[in-house]
Protein backbone atom coordinates (compact mmCIF):
# COMPACT_ATOMS: atom_id res chain seq x y z
CA UNK A 1 0.00 0.00 0.00
CA UNK A 2 1.35 3.62 -0.98
CA UNK A 3 1.48 6.51 1.13
CA UNK A 4 -2.44 7.80 -0.64
CA UNK A 5 -3.35 4.44 0.68
CA UNK A 6 -4.47 3.09 -3.01
CA UNK A 7 -2.96 -0.38 -3.41
CA UNK A 8 0.32 -0.22 -6.04
CA UNK A 9 -0.62 -1.13 -9.71
CA UNK A 10 0.45 -3.46 -12.54
CA UNK A 11 -0.50 -3.04 -16.06
CA UNK A 12 -0.87 -6.08 -17.99
CA UNK A 13 -1.34 -5.75 -22.04
CA UNK A 14 -0.63 -7.62 -24.65
CA UNK A 15 -2.48 -8.52 -28.52
CA UNK A 16 -1.72 -12.46 -27.16
CA UNK A 17 -4.80 -12.64 -25.22
CA UNK A 18 -4.53 -16.15 -24.42
CA UNK A 19 -0.85 -15.57 -22.77
CA UNK A 20 -2.43 -12.18 -21.35
CA UNK A 21 -5.62 -14.00 -19.40
CA UNK A 22 -2.57 -16.90 -18.35
CA UNK A 23 -0.64 -14.07 -16.78
CA UNK A 24 -3.56 -12.36 -15.07
CA UNK A 25 -4.21 -15.80 -13.71
CA UNK A 26 -1.43 -16.58 -12.59
CA UNK A 27 -0.60 -13.10 -10.21
CA UNK A 28 -4.39 -13.76 -8.92
CA UNK A 29 -3.59 -17.20 -7.57
CA UNK A 30 0.72 -15.91 -6.59
CA UNK A 31 -0.42 -12.67 -4.70
CA UNK A 32 -2.64 -12.67 -1.88
CA UNK A 33 -5.28 -10.08 -2.31
CA UNK A 34 -5.22 -9.21 -5.76
CA UNK A 35 -7.81 -7.36 -7.66
CA UNK A 36 -8.30 -7.29 -11.40
CA UNK A 37 -9.51 -4.78 -13.16
CA UNK A 38 -10.82 -5.38 -16.78
CA UNK A 39 -12.60 -2.60 -19.72
CA UNK A 40 -14.08 -5.37 -22.37
CA UNK A 41 -13.59 -2.52 -25.62
CA UNK A 42 -15.07 -5.16 -27.84
CA UNK A 43 -18.46 -4.19 -29.15
CA UNK A 44 -18.29 -0.65 -27.67
CA UNK A 45 -19.29 1.10 -30.69
CA UNK A 46 -22.50 -0.89 -31.36
CA UNK A 47 -23.41 -0.43 -27.49
CA UNK A 48 -22.19 3.07 -26.85
CA UNK A 49 -20.76 1.76 -23.59
CA UNK A 50 -17.37 -0.06 -22.22
CA UNK A 51 -18.04 -2.88 -20.31
CA UNK A 52 -15.96 -3.30 -16.87
CA UNK A 53 -15.52 -5.72 -14.26
CA UNK A 54 -13.65 -6.11 -11.14
CA UNK A 55 -12.75 -9.49 -9.61
CA UNK A 56 -10.32 -11.50 -7.66
CA UNK A 57 -9.20 -14.93 -6.98
CA UNK A 58 -12.02 -15.95 -6.08
CA UNK A 59 -14.63 -14.59 -8.95
CA UNK A 60 -16.54 -11.00 -9.72
CA UNK A 61 -16.81 -8.90 -7.24
CA UNK A 62 -18.19 -5.95 -9.53
CA UNK A 63 -19.50 -4.97 -12.81
CA UNK A 64 -20.57 -1.97 -14.91
CA UNK A 65 -20.80 0.03 -18.20
CA UNK A 66 -18.92 3.38 -18.51
CA UNK A 67 -20.24 5.37 -21.43
CA UNK A 68 -18.57 5.62 -24.47
CA UNK A 69 -16.81 9.48 -25.36
CA UNK A 70 -16.51 10.83 -28.53
CA UNK A 71 -16.76 7.56 -30.63
CA UNK A 72 -13.59 6.24 -28.24
CA UNK A 73 -14.26 3.12 -26.34
CA UNK A 74 -10.13 4.07 -25.00
CA UNK A 75 -11.11 7.30 -24.22
CA UNK A 76 -13.67 5.76 -21.97
CA UNK A 77 -11.17 3.39 -20.74
CA UNK A 78 -9.05 6.29 -19.31
CA UNK A 79 -12.15 8.33 -17.68
CA UNK A 80 -12.98 5.33 -15.50
CA UNK A 81 -10.20 3.50 -15.02
CA UNK A 82 -8.87 6.12 -12.43
CA UNK A 83 -11.82 6.39 -10.10
CA UNK A 84 -12.17 2.82 -10.21
CA UNK A 85 -8.35 2.27 -9.20
CA UNK A 86 -9.60 4.93 -6.35
CA UNK A 87 -11.63 2.67 -4.95
CA UNK A 88 -10.13 -0.31 -3.85
CA UNK A 89 -8.97 -0.05 -0.30
CA UNK A 90 -7.04 -1.48 2.16
CA UNK A 91 -7.96 -4.80 1.48
CA UNK A 92 -6.27 -5.26 -1.91
CA UNK A 93 -2.94 -5.70 -1.75
CA UNK A 94 -2.31 -5.24 -5.95
CA UNK A 95 -4.53 -3.95 -8.20
CA UNK A 96 -3.95 -5.58 -11.56
CA UNK A 97 -4.81 -3.79 -15.08
CA UNK A 98 -5.55 -6.17 -17.46
CA UNK A 99 -5.82 -4.17 -20.97
CA UNK A 100 -7.84 -4.72 -24.05
CA UNK A 101 -6.24 -6.25 -26.86
CA UNK A 102 -5.07 -3.05 -28.63
CA UNK A 103 -4.74 -1.05 -25.80
CA UNK A 104 -1.10 0.14 -25.52
CA UNK A 105 0.32 -0.05 -22.29
CA UNK A 106 2.50 3.64 -22.44
CA UNK A 107 -1.22 6.02 -22.45
CA UNK A 108 -2.78 4.02 -19.30
CA UNK A 109 0.67 4.15 -17.47
CA UNK A 110 0.99 7.84 -17.70
CA UNK A 111 -2.90 8.03 -17.14
CA UNK A 112 -2.05 5.92 -13.96
CA UNK A 113 0.86 7.41 -12.87
CA UNK A 114 -0.17 11.33 -13.51
CA UNK A 115 -3.11 11.08 -10.59
CA UNK A 116 -0.37 10.05 -8.42
CA UNK A 117 -1.00 6.26 -8.45
CA UNK A 118 2.19 4.23 -7.86
CA UNK A 119 2.36 1.80 -10.61
CA UNK A 120 5.04 -0.90 -9.99
CA UNK A 121 5.33 -2.48 -13.25
CA UNK A 122 4.16 -2.61 -16.36
CA UNK A 123 3.73 -6.36 -18.10
CA UNK A 124 3.56 -7.44 -22.04
CA UNK A 125 1.99 -10.87 -22.23
CA UNK A 126 3.36 -13.06 -25.40
CA UNK A 127 3.07 -16.13 -26.86
CA UNK A 128 6.56 -16.74 -28.71
CA UNK A 129 5.41 -18.51 -31.58
CA UNK A 130 2.73 -15.77 -32.64
CA UNK A 131 5.78 -12.83 -32.19
CA UNK A 132 6.89 -12.83 -36.18
CA UNK A 133 3.07 -13.37 -37.33
CA UNK A 134 2.29 -10.49 -35.51
CA UNK A 135 4.89 -8.36 -36.74
CA UNK A 136 4.47 -9.24 -39.95
CA UNK A 137 0.65 -8.31 -40.21
CA UNK A 138 0.11 -4.76 -41.48
CA UNK A 139 -3.41 -5.05 -40.96
CA UNK A 140 -5.66 -2.65 -39.45
CA UNK A 141 -7.15 -2.99 -36.20
CA UNK A 142 -10.46 -2.17 -37.42
CA UNK A 143 -10.29 -5.08 -39.84
CA UNK A 144 -9.90 -7.11 -37.26
CA UNK A 145 -12.54 -5.82 -34.83
CA UNK A 146 -10.04 -4.68 -32.28
CA UNK A 147 -9.98 -0.70 -32.85
CA UNK A 148 -10.22 1.14 -29.89
CA UNK A 149 -11.76 3.84 -32.15
CA UNK A 150 -13.66 5.12 -34.87
CA UNK A 151 -10.28 6.95 -36.24
CA UNK A 152 -8.10 4.32 -35.25
CA UNK A 153 -5.97 3.35 -38.14
CA UNK A 154 -3.26 1.97 -36.31
CA UNK A 155 -2.16 -1.90 -37.74
CA UNK A 156 -1.74 -5.32 -35.91
CA UNK A 157 2.22 -5.18 -36.30
CA UNK A 158 2.96 -1.61 -34.89
CA UNK A 159 0.69 -1.81 -31.57
CA UNK A 160 2.47 -5.26 -31.40
CA UNK A 161 5.50 -3.57 -31.58
CA UNK A 162 4.77 -0.88 -29.38
CA UNK A 163 3.26 -2.72 -26.66
CA UNK A 164 6.26 -5.26 -26.84
CA UNK A 165 9.17 -2.61 -26.56
CA UNK A 166 7.28 -0.38 -23.95
CA UNK A 167 7.08 -2.71 -21.25
CA UNK A 168 10.07 -3.27 -18.82
CA UNK A 169 8.79 -7.28 -18.18
CA UNK A 170 7.71 -10.02 -20.85
CA UNK A 171 5.21 -12.17 -19.75
CA UNK A 172 5.83 -15.49 -21.45
CA UNK A 173 3.47 -18.45 -22.46
CA UNK A 174 4.55 -21.88 -22.04
CA UNK A 175 3.94 -22.45 -26.03
CA UNK A 176 4.97 -26.00 -28.10
CA UNK A 177 4.97 -24.15 -31.12
CA UNK A 178 7.72 -21.85 -30.42
CA UNK A 179 11.43 -22.71 -31.28
CA UNK A 180 14.39 -21.31 -31.13
CA UNK A 181 14.11 -18.96 -34.22
CA UNK A 182 11.12 -17.31 -32.12
CA UNK A 183 12.98 -17.00 -28.96
CA UNK A 184 15.72 -15.57 -30.83
CA UNK A 185 13.77 -12.89 -32.44
CA UNK A 186 11.85 -12.47 -28.84
CA UNK A 187 14.89 -11.39 -27.32
CA UNK A 188 16.77 -9.35 -30.12
CA UNK A 189 13.45 -7.11 -30.33
CA UNK A 190 13.88 -6.14 -26.77
CA UNK A 191 16.79 -7.17 -25.11
CA UNK A 192 16.89 -4.86 -22.13
CA UNK A 193 13.26 -6.85 -21.26
CA UNK A 194 13.01 -8.98 -18.01
CA UNK A 195 11.66 -12.74 -19.74
CA UNK A 196 9.34 -14.29 -17.13
CA UNK A 197 7.82 -17.42 -17.55
CA UNK A 198 4.18 -17.40 -16.43
CA UNK A 199 4.04 -21.22 -15.90
CA UNK A 200 6.82 -21.20 -13.99
CA UNK A 201 8.19 -18.40 -13.40
CA UNK A 202 8.42 -15.48 -10.39
CA UNK A 203 5.52 -13.44 -12.19
CA UNK A 204 4.67 -12.53 -8.61
CA UNK A 205 8.20 -10.49 -8.31
CA UNK A 206 8.03 -9.12 -11.98
CA UNK A 207 4.64 -7.29 -11.00
CA UNK A 208 6.57 -5.15 -7.87
CA UNK A 209 9.32 -5.57 -10.03
CA UNK A 210 9.38 -1.47 -10.20
CA UNK A 211 8.82 1.25 -13.26
CA UNK A 212 9.19 4.73 -13.78
CA UNK A 213 7.20 6.73 -16.26
CA UNK A 214 9.56 9.20 -17.30
CA UNK A 215 12.44 6.94 -17.85
CA UNK A 216 10.40 4.34 -20.35
CA UNK A 217 9.15 7.60 -22.07
CA UNK A 218 12.83 8.70 -22.63
CA UNK A 219 13.57 5.20 -23.93
CA UNK A 220 10.72 5.24 -26.61
CA UNK A 221 11.61 8.74 -27.42
CA UNK A 222 13.05 8.61 -30.91
CA UNK A 223 15.83 11.05 -30.01
CA UNK A 224 17.29 8.99 -27.35
CA UNK A 225 15.81 5.22 -27.91
CA UNK A 226 17.63 2.29 -26.47
CA UNK A 227 17.72 0.59 -29.84
CA UNK A 228 19.28 -2.64 -29.97
CA UNK A 229 22.44 -3.87 -30.60
CA UNK A 230 23.84 -5.93 -33.14
CA UNK A 231 23.14 -9.54 -33.03
CA UNK A 232 22.77 -13.31 -34.84
CA UNK A 233 21.33 -16.20 -33.37
CA UNK A 234 19.42 -18.97 -34.79
CA UNK A 235 18.83 -17.74 -38.01
CA UNK A 236 17.96 -14.19 -36.85
CA UNK A 237 20.05 -11.12 -37.06
CA UNK A 238 20.23 -7.39 -35.84
CA UNK A 239 21.61 -4.98 -37.94
CA UNK A 240 22.73 -1.53 -36.93
CA UNK A 241 23.40 1.12 -39.58
CA UNK A 242 25.00 4.09 -38.36
CA UNK A 243 26.45 7.09 -40.09
CA UNK A 244 26.96 10.79 -39.84
CA UNK A 245 26.65 12.04 -43.85
CA UNK A 246 23.17 12.66 -44.78
CA UNK A 247 20.78 11.37 -46.61
CA UNK A 248 20.00 12.38 -50.17
CA UNK A 249 16.21 13.01 -50.04
CA UNK A 250 14.83 11.19 -53.48
CA UNK A 251 17.57 8.17 -53.43
CA UNK A 252 15.87 7.60 -50.14
CA UNK A 253 12.27 8.15 -50.80
CA UNK A 254 12.75 5.79 -53.92
CA UNK A 255 14.46 2.60 -51.81
CA UNK A 256 11.89 3.41 -48.63
CA UNK A 257 9.73 0.07 -49.94
CA UNK A 258 12.59 -2.28 -50.18
CA UNK A 259 14.04 -0.99 -46.77
CA UNK A 260 10.52 -1.36 -44.97
CA UNK A 261 10.42 -4.88 -46.52
CA UNK A 262 13.54 -6.09 -45.52
CA UNK A 263 13.34 -6.55 -42.02
CA UNK A 264 10.06 -7.87 -39.59
CA UNK A 265 11.10 -5.07 -37.81
CA UNK A 266 13.20 -1.71 -37.98
CA UNK A 267 13.59 1.64 -36.33
CA UNK A 268 15.59 4.63 -35.14
CA UNK A 269 16.29 8.19 -35.99
CA UNK A 270 18.03 9.95 -39.22
CA UNK A 271 18.43 13.01 -40.89
CA UNK A 272 17.71 13.98 -44.60
CA UNK A 273 20.19 16.71 -46.18
CA UNK A 274 17.34 19.62 -47.41
CA UNK A 275 15.87 19.21 -43.90
CA UNK A 276 18.70 19.50 -41.58
CA UNK A 277 17.37 20.77 -38.57
CA UNK A 278 14.54 18.14 -38.31
CA UNK A 279 14.92 14.95 -36.29
CA UNK A 280 12.90 12.04 -38.11
CA UNK A 281 11.86 9.13 -36.80
CA UNK A 282 11.77 5.57 -38.44
CA UNK A 283 9.13 2.87 -37.22
CA UNK A 284 8.52 0.02 -39.37
CA UNK A 285 6.50 -3.38 -38.82
CA UNK A 286 4.36 -5.26 -40.82
CA UNK A 287 5.94 -4.00 -44.51
CA UNK A 288 4.27 -0.35 -43.25
CA UNK A 289 6.66 2.50 -42.54
CA UNK A 290 5.78 5.85 -40.60
CA UNK A 291 8.05 8.86 -40.84
CA UNK A 292 7.54 11.33 -38.84
CA UNK A 293 9.46 14.93 -37.55
CA UNK A 294 10.39 14.22 -33.98
CA UNK A 295 11.35 18.02 -33.51
CA UNK A 296 14.91 19.54 -33.66
CA UNK A 297 18.49 18.23 -33.67
CA UNK A 298 19.77 19.82 -30.72
CA UNK A 299 22.24 20.90 -32.93
CA UNK A 300 19.87 23.47 -34.67
CA UNK A 301 18.72 25.31 -31.42
CA UNK A 302 20.44 27.86 -29.99
CA UNK A 303 22.67 27.61 -26.74
CA UNK A 304 20.17 29.39 -24.27
CA UNK A 305 17.27 26.84 -25.43
CA UNK A 306 19.27 23.82 -24.70
CA UNK A 307 18.55 24.34 -20.93
CA UNK A 308 14.55 23.42 -21.68
CA UNK A 309 15.97 19.97 -23.25
CA UNK A 310 15.50 16.89 -20.91
CA UNK A 311 18.67 16.25 -19.14
CA UNK A 312 18.44 12.42 -20.99
CA UNK A 313 18.06 14.19 -24.07
CA UNK A 314 21.29 16.53 -23.53
CA UNK A 315 23.39 13.24 -22.56
CA UNK A 316 22.01 10.88 -25.51
CA UNK A 317 23.17 13.60 -27.72
CA UNK A 318 26.61 14.21 -25.83
CA UNK A 319 27.62 10.72 -26.24
CA UNK A 320 27.24 11.10 -29.98
CA UNK A 321 28.74 14.56 -30.92
CA UNK A 322 30.10 15.08 -34.22
CA UNK A 323 32.16 17.35 -34.73
CA UNK A 324 30.51 19.30 -37.67
CA UNK A 325 27.38 17.85 -37.26
CA UNK A 326 26.69 17.58 -33.59
CA UNK A 327 23.81 15.20 -32.68
CA UNK A 328 22.66 14.69 -36.89
CA UNK A 329 23.07 11.35 -37.36
CA UNK A 330 21.90 8.19 -39.41
CA UNK A 331 20.37 5.38 -36.52
CA UNK A 332 18.49 2.87 -38.06
CA UNK A 333 17.94 -0.90 -36.69
CA UNK A 334 16.88 -3.29 -38.60
CA UNK A 335 15.73 -6.76 -36.93
CA UNK A 336 14.63 -10.28 -38.54
CA UNK A 337 15.40 -13.39 -39.52
CA UNK A 338 16.69 -14.19 -42.82
CA UNK A 339 18.16 -10.89 -43.22
CA UNK A 340 20.31 -9.69 -45.95
CA UNK A 341 23.10 -7.83 -43.90
CA UNK A 342 24.85 -7.32 -47.19
CA UNK A 343 22.37 -5.91 -49.56
CA UNK A 344 20.69 -3.96 -46.74
CA UNK A 345 23.76 -2.00 -46.26
CA UNK A 346 24.47 -1.28 -49.96
CA UNK A 347 20.93 -0.30 -50.37
CA UNK A 348 21.23 2.30 -46.78
CA UNK A 349 24.80 3.42 -47.77
CA UNK A 350 23.49 4.16 -51.88
CA UNK A 351 21.00 6.38 -50.18
CA UNK A 352 23.26 8.47 -48.47
CA UNK A 353 25.34 12.15 -50.08
CA UNK A 354 27.82 10.73 -52.61
CA UNK A 355 31.21 12.61 -52.28
CA UNK A 356 30.97 15.27 -54.89
CA UNK A 357 27.17 16.11 -53.22
CA UNK A 358 28.57 16.10 -49.65
CA UNK A 359 31.10 18.63 -50.71
CA UNK A 360 28.61 21.10 -52.38
CA UNK A 361 27.77 22.70 -48.82
CA UNK A 362 24.39 22.92 -47.07
CA UNK A 363 23.20 25.74 -48.74
CA UNK A 364 23.22 23.00 -52.57
CA UNK A 365 21.58 20.63 -50.16
CA UNK A 366 18.23 22.50 -49.80
CA UNK A 367 17.59 22.36 -53.47
CA UNK A 368 17.76 18.87 -53.83
CA UNK A 369 14.14 17.75 -54.79
CA UNK A 370 12.20 15.08 -52.01
CA UNK A 371 9.04 13.65 -52.20
CA UNK A 372 9.38 13.41 -48.14
CA UNK A 373 6.96 17.17 -48.18
CA UNK A 374 4.06 14.74 -49.17
CA UNK A 375 5.07 11.96 -46.58
CA UNK A 376 5.53 14.40 -43.54
CA UNK A 377 2.64 16.49 -44.64
CA UNK A 378 4.88 19.45 -44.60
Known amino acids: MNSTGHPPVVVVGGLHDAARRAAVERLLATVPGSVVLHHDLAGAAERGTVARTVRDANGLLSQGETPL ?4 ACCALREDLVPELRTLGAGTRLAIVELWDSVEPKAMAEVIAAHELRITSVITAVDP ?5 SLGNGDDLAEAGLAAAATDQRTIADTFARQLEYAPVLALLDSPEADDEDRALLAQLHPTAHQVAIEDGDLAAAAF ?5 DAAA ?10 PAEAEES ?3 TVVWRQYRPFHPQRLYAALEDLTCAAARSRGRFWLADRP ?13 CVEGAGPWLASLPDAAWEMVPPVRRAAAALDWHPEHGDRCQHLVFTSPGLDRD ?3 RVLDSCLLTDAEYAAGPESWQ ?12
Do not use: M
Open 129 to 133: ALVLP
Open 209 to 213: HGFDV
Open 277 to 289: DTLLHWDAAGGAL
Open 367 to 378: CLGSDFDTLLEI
Open 235 to 237: GVS
Open 343 to 345: GLL
Open 69 to 72: LNDC
Open 218 to 227: AAQHPACALL
